[in-house]
């Protein structure tokens, strides 16, 4: 009889995210299969200090807001060791300094919505989820609330309700289904994809009530340029006049001396971040200001 106690093996995973051309990125290797991760190291005083240690050394990035995201509980490897991934969403305005590199959206096409493509996506995503339901109200009603149909708001927050959802109905190839239709969007090795919805599921809450959104942005930024980073990390397009009544009525920035450089017509003054006004961030919420694709 076997008495071995098996063992447990504890893993950092990052989630490293920038900005780069109007897009969310994040670090990724293995020609975009997996996320950075190591192993967690006794010398390591706390796991987010090892994180920022571990990242750092290997990727020369100065790393901005970290926090932890979720503990991910592996099946055995084998009867002795079990996994444990610990995961950290991590910001830096530093990016393509580097490969590896991959769009968000890559992995999530159905999260863009400012693009005319998304929304055909998600309309044969609609039919493939309504026939996985099959008329059962319960996964009906689960379909309307995360893909925002049959009346239902879309709820930028549900990246990992509706990758779950997706899983569970087969349609992702890490569901392992040979027969059913599968919604493309880059597949990930282990479950490092559900680790990467949980992060941008996370970023699109923090960026409603704290100021997030400015550690992924220039030290000094134009309006647009601002409202550019929250319409790419909320895929979703904003109102212009609406936004920037949002943002000054907040005082949340200031006008410095500078203009933008190196663009035709009229250059747009630079702005900065005050950060003593950050605990009244609102940039979004309820009444964020939206314009949806027709």
Avoid at 3 to 21: F, G, I, K, P, Y
Avoid at 128 to 141: F, G, V
Avoid at 203 to 221: D, G, H, N, Q, S
Wanted: proline share 4%; aromatic share 8%; charged share 25%.
């Amino acid at each position: 009889m076997d008495h071995h106690v098996a063992t447990c093996r504890a893993e950092l995973v990052a989630v490293l995210t920038t900005l780069q051309s109007g897009m969310p990125e994040v670090l990724t290797l293995q020609d975009g299969r997996c996320l950075p991760a190591g192993p967690l190291e006794t010398e390591h005083t706390s796991l987010q200090r090892g994180l920022r240690h571990w990242v750092e050394q290997q990727t020369d990035f100065r790393l901005g807001h970290v926090e932890q995201l979720y503990t991910f509980g592996d099946a055995a490897l084998a009867q002795k060791e079990r996994l444990v991934r610990i995961s950290y969403m991590a910001l830096t305005r530093d990016g393509q300094t580097q490969g590896g590199w991959q769009s968000w959206y890559n992995y999530f096409p159905w999260e863009d919505r400012r693009t005319n493509g998304c929304i055909t996506l998600l309309k044969t995503i609609e039919e493939q989820l309504k026939n996985w339901a099959d008329d059962q109200p319960a996964r009906l009603e689960r379909c309307n609330q995360a893909f925002g149909l049959k009346g239902e708001n879309w709820n930028d927050d549900a990246v990992l309700e509706r990758y779950e959802l997706l899983w569970e109905a087969g349609l992702v190839p890490e569901a392992g289904s040979t027969t059913l239709p599968q919604i493309i969007g880059r597949p990930m090795l282990w479950d490092h994809r559900r680790i990467l919805a949980t992060a941008l599921s996370r970023l699109r809450a923090k960026i409603r009530y704290t100021p997030a959104v400015f550690e992924l942005v220039p030290e000094e930024f134009t309006l647009l340029h601002l409202q550019q980073a929250m319409e790419a990390l909320s895929g979703r397009l904003m109102h212009k006049q609406n936004f920037r009544r949002l943002v000054q009525n907040q005082q949340l920035v200031e006008e410095t001396n500078h203009y933008e450089s190196g663009v035709q017509g009229r250059p747009a003054r630079l702005y900065r971040f005050r950060r003593e006004n950050s605990e009244n961030c609102y940039l979004s919420g309820a009444k964020l200001p939206l314009e949806e694709i027709s």
